[in-house]
């Protein structure tokens, strides 16, 4: 799809130096996080944008819980199309799948309502489990609280918000949102990923991969009150509403910007009349209506305080420095800015400081879980993510060839599945076909041999943050592998799997 770009500009034009704008580029990426990709835009232009190499601007990254937005534009174009009230009960809308079921309603689940829903007052005291069909263990799920009256984070809630799309309509998400929002705001729908649950066909939550820019006119829309180029999206009051506190929240009293209230499925931030659309290890929308100013980023603030450590950088290096009318032209400053957003790169893992060790190439069958693609686990879980896996490219690696030449290490897993290492630790965005999370692909990877004669390969999955290490150690029948994949906020470190490759 060929869409419009958007608008540039000078941070002078907008009321922000362009010297300030690049100091906040550098201290974006702070010690508890990894920058991966960033734009900025008032009064609907461009100013800012930035993607920290091998991040580029055209690859999808993962939202995590920044799709519930996505989600709630759906519900709110979906009410100003007359198809549905936020005040419908969840259980006339699924009274056919509650009868199919044979539920047997908990007290009080009878007062939930489509609202409840969006704004996180749903009534539970736990979450209900999204895997499997969740629509049952929404239903079956007790109340502790009376429905509107206390908020507790339930993303099972938003699955339902989906399946309502999906029932009303006969679309999921995202074809019912294409030719509504993705079309005429500009947002390619083919390069907008949306993983469905693998038993349910239903578009799932926190399954949404975007390009910055995608969340950056989705914010856009929301801060010109639901309108774009004239065309009203979504329902003015709709936004309205969702740009404001429906429900007070402590859900992470640690951190200030957990704490400041909860619309329909967004955030309000810390700074008074500022929101955000919010996915895990800070993947932000941030909306300022007031100054008409919106930001994307996208990043691995995989550390507990980190995503309110990048939240904090924007508002004291950013936030509070906009001034209302243009500031005088700058191309000195504007010369820094660019500096800064074309140098910006992650940095390099450390080289192989050993030669290819070429008693390891060769063919090998695996015995074992062999699985090295990118994984979301939450503390005291396992992967979250295989839930939003292709059934029909799930398969186990069963032999992998390792071939070891003069640049890189290449790991072939059968089925035109190869990713590539290179030994000298530089980062270069590659592609790998057919994985289970097809067509998301994108990574970067590097090789070591090691001491003991044996090798390592880093995987940075750059659909996301995610990482895969996979070490290869010498064995009596050939190879141990073991490999470790960072875990979400780092508190049980690493879900690890084991496997042997034998000659």
């Not at 519930?68 to 534009?73: G, I, L, R, V």
Request: charged letters at 20%.
């Amino acid at each position: 799809m060929k869409t419009t770009p958007l608008p540039r500009c000078s941070p002078e034009e907008i009321g922000l130096s362009s010297r300030q704008m690049a100091a906040c580029i550098r201290a974006l990426a702070h010690d508890q996080t990894t920058m991966n990709g960033f734009m900025a835009a008032r009064h609907g232009k461009v100013f800012a944008q930035c993607w920290w190499a091998p991040y580029r601007p055209d690859i999808p990254h993962s939202n995590h819980s920044f799709g519930k937005s996505y989600t709630s534009t759906a519900i709110g174009i979906a009410v100003g199309e007359g198809l549905l009230s936020l005040e419908e009960r969840m259980v006339d809308i699924f009274s056919q799948e509650i009868r199919d079921r044979q539920i047997t309603l908990p007290d009080g689940m009878e007062k939930i309502t489509v609202r409840h829903v969006l704004t996180m007052t749903n009534g539970m005291a736990r979450h209900p489990d999204m895997r499997g069909d969740f629509i049952r263990n929404y239903f079956t799920t007790p109340l502790a609280y009376e429905p509107g009256t206390h908020f507790a984070y339930n993303s099972t809630g938003s699955c339902m918000l989906g399946a309502i799309i999906l029932k009303r309509t006969g679309q999921n998400l995202k074809d019912y949102l294409t030719p509504r929002l993705f079309e005429p705001i500009g947002i390619d729908p083919d390069a907008f990923v949306w993983r469905q649950f693998r038993d349910l066909g239903i578009d799932g939550e926190p399954g949404t991969f975007a390009t910055t820019e995608a969340n950056l006119r989705l914010a856009m829309l929301y801060v010109q009150g639901g309108r774009w180029n004239g065309r009203q999206i979504l329902p003015a009051d709709y936004v309205r509403d969702s740009l404001s506190v429906q429900i007070n929240n402590e859900y992470a009293p640690e951190q200030k910007d957990g704490r400041c209230g909860y619309g329909y499925q967004l955030w309000a931030c810390s700074i008074p009349g500022v929101y955000r659309f919010d996915g895990g290890q800070g993947q932000y929308g941030i909306i300022w209506p007031e100054k008409d100013l919106v930001i994307s980023l996208h990043e691995g603030a995989v550390v507990p305080y980190g995503p309110q450590k990048t939240l904090d950088t924007l508002y004291d290096t950013m936030l509070h420095h906009l001034s209302d009318g243009p500031l005088p032209a700058d191309p000195a400053g504007e010369a820094m800015l660019a500096e800064a957003e074309h140098t910006a790169a992650l940095p390099d893992d450390s080289p192989s400081p050993l030669p290819p060790n070429q008693a390891l190439a060769g063919s090998y069958t695996i015995r074992g879980d062999f699985d090295p693609w990118f994984a979301v686990a939450p503390p005291g879980q396992g992967d979250l993510f295989v839930m939003f896996r292709t059934p029909a490219l799930d398969r186990p690696v069963e032999r992998i060839t390792l071939d070891l030449t003069p640049e890189a290490c290449v790991l072939e897993m059968g089925e035109g599945r190869v990713l590539t290492a290179r030994w000298d630790g530089k980062l270069t965005a590659r592609f790998v076909e057919h994985s289970p999370y097809d067509p998301l692909g994108d990574y970067a990877a590097t090789a070591r041999c090691t001491a003991d004669g044996g090798l390592e390969m880093r995987i940075h999955w750059l659909n996301g943050w995610f990482e895969s290490n996979i070490t290869f150690a010498p064995a009596p029948q050939g190879l141990a592998v073991t490999i470790r994949k960072v875990r979400l906020n780092q508190e049980d470190n690493e879900l690890i799997y084991h496997a042997e490759a034998i000659r």
